[in-house]
């Protein structure tokens, strides 16, 4: 699509996927979505991204995915697949160039029981935030986040390899990757002091040519959240 702006109700449908792309129904800012962009870029795959007025969406695209929920695939024959980490399966056996999960059926059940457990880990980088910003003690939240995050540095040291899924990166660094990125906005870096590996693996991460394309500044996820939090969320900050 020729604009990043959002498309909001009332706006008109995109036309039909192109050949030989693929399109990706989107938020700017959303982690879920950040982790089928990654994916998409890694892999090289030609797509085109619409992005959704998450609080008025356009009918079009309940149609599409009734569930309203981003991220969301559309192929050119009008398949519609969603729910991030099965975009992102999707995308690595359909695209088959550079793949991102192990062909071990052992070693891709390891990263799908990582993946769960992360599962547990993303719900503090709300909690936290929304904890402090209604006045309540939140120290006993971050501590449980910091066993966590030590948890998963321990398993990173015991692996003896550079990412998650060996010593390049693979599909469960990109699926955990959004959340680090968003760490300094939510005020929660300081949880992962005491956790060197998980520590060197962020500053690995960052210099990943799919990450730094998809990353957007502290500074500016900082004002977009601050209109999240204000109730009007201001989708196309920054454009």
């Known amino acids: 699509m020729s604009t990043e ?23 700017r800012f959303c982690p879920f979505a950040q982790r089928t962009r990654l994916v998409l870029n890694a892999k090289g795959i030609t797509y085109d991204t ?15 995915n009734p569930l309203g929920l981003v991220p969301t695939l559309e192929t050119p024959a009008g398949e519609v697949i969603y729910e991030s980490p099965i975009t992102c399966e999707y995308l690595d056996e359909v695209y088959p160039e550079k793949k991102l999960l192990p062909s071990s059926p052992f070693a891709k059940a390891q990263q799908k029981m990582m993946l769960e457990h992360f599962s547990k880990v993303t719900p503090y980088f709300y909690k ?20 966590k995050l030590a948890k998963l540095s321990k398993d990173l040291a015991n692996k003896k390899t550079k990412f ?7 599909m469960i660094d990109y699926m955990m990757w959004p959340w680090f990125e968003r760490l300094e906005t939510f005020e929660l870096q300081h949880c992962l002091d005491g956790t060197p590996e998980l520590k060197k693996w962020t500053e690995r991460m960052r210099e990943d040519p799919a990450v730094k394309v998809t ?11 601050k209109t999240y939090v204000d109730g009007k969320p201001d989708y196309d900050y920054g454009l």
């Open 5 to 27: 702006k959002c498309f909001a109700n009332g706006s008109a449908a995109p036309g039909p996927v192109p050949k030989g792309h693929i399109r990706l129904y989107s938020m």
């Open 50 to 64: 619409v992005n959704i007025h998450l609080k008025d969406k356009p009918d079009w695209f309940l149609e599409k």
């Open 215 to 225: 990353m957007y500044s502290t500074d500016t996820y900082k004002a977009f959240y």
């Open 164 to 170: 998650f899924g060996g010593d390049s990166i693979t």
């Open 128 to 147: 936290i935030p929304m904890g402090r910003r209604n006045g309540e003690d939140v120290s006993g939240l971050e501590a449980e986040l910091k066993e």
